[in-house]
């Protein structure tokens, strides 16, 4: 059995055939989904999906990065009201990226940080989106750094040296489909990283692995990613799949 720590299920990608996807999920051996927000435009569709497979889909909520904006306050206070209605499983995704736009890193941070703060509030992990932003993250984290901050730093794509300060941060490693690319890079150090520090994630439907890359991804593709971590950790899968799982269960507690 293998956990997906990040898909966004929710998606309009998959809203002609979620449910044969999903059912290609669980045929893979796929059975636990954890599910990052985006901003208060689909907070509604998360809590359907759980609510058509509430044995399996675990949400999170938090505002990405790439939503904050001018109205970045009021997303945060639709957060905010969340939380105080109902639980969550961690605060994510959130984080930095400068990919699309470097003129809101101000607010970004400050977005970033109350977040945190929201996590260690109510004892979650959370879980970083980082694009082209890896100092930045790195700054943030450093004025927060405590016994309670942990959590996963998503869709891990730095070198050795970043991927030693993440965990420094008590955070895990999302590893996804880029692991499978010939220019992906991580597959070269990535064995020199104890599997304990590892989670597996899709990111579906972003960021299909080979020989789905440029396509849609789904979450039955993790079995492509876990695959690939038993080539180069020189394990069965089954064993990847069982300790990825248990690093899951540690930082989502559940």
């Known amino acids: 059995m293998m956990t997906d720590t990040h898909t966004h299920l929710y998606s309009d990608a998959f809203s002609d055939d979620r449910a044969d ?111 082209d932003a890896f100092d930045e993250i790195f700054e943030v984290l450093e004025t927060e750094k405590s016994e309670d901050l942990f959590g996963i730093f998503h869709c891990f794509t730095g070198d050795f040296e970043q991927a030693q300060r993440a965990i420094s941060f008590n955070m895990k490693l999302g590893i996804g489909g880029v692991v499978t690319f010939k220019n992906g890079k991580i597959d070269t150090f990535l064995n020199q990283i104890p599997l304990k520090h590892i989670v597996l994630e899709t990111d579906s439907p972003y960021l299909a692995p080979v020989p789905y890359r440029g396509k849609r991804n789904e979450s039955s593709y993790l079995a492509l990613i876990c695959k690939k971590l038993s080539e180069l950790y020189n394990i069965s899968e089954a064993e990847v799949a069982r300790i990825t799982t248990e690093n899951s269960k540690a930082v989502f507690k559940v």
């Open 21 to 131: 996807m999903m059912q290609r999920a669980f045929d893979a051996g796929v059975t636990r989904f954890f599910i990052p927000a985006i901003d208060s435009g689909f907070t509604e569709s998360m809590y359907d999906l759980e609510k058509e497979y509430p044995e399996n889909v675990f949400l999170m909520m938090g505002l990405h990065p790439t939503s904050v904006k001018e109205n970045y306050k009021e997303e945060l206070a639709h957060v905010e009201e969340q939380f105080e209605k109902r639980d969550f499983f961690a605060v994510g995704e959130i984080g930095i990226d400068l990919y699309w736009d470097t003129s809101t890193l101000e607010i970004q941070k400050k977005a970033f940080k109350r977040q945190i703060q929201l996590a260690k509030k109510y004892k979650l992990p959370i879980v970083i989106h980082c694009r």
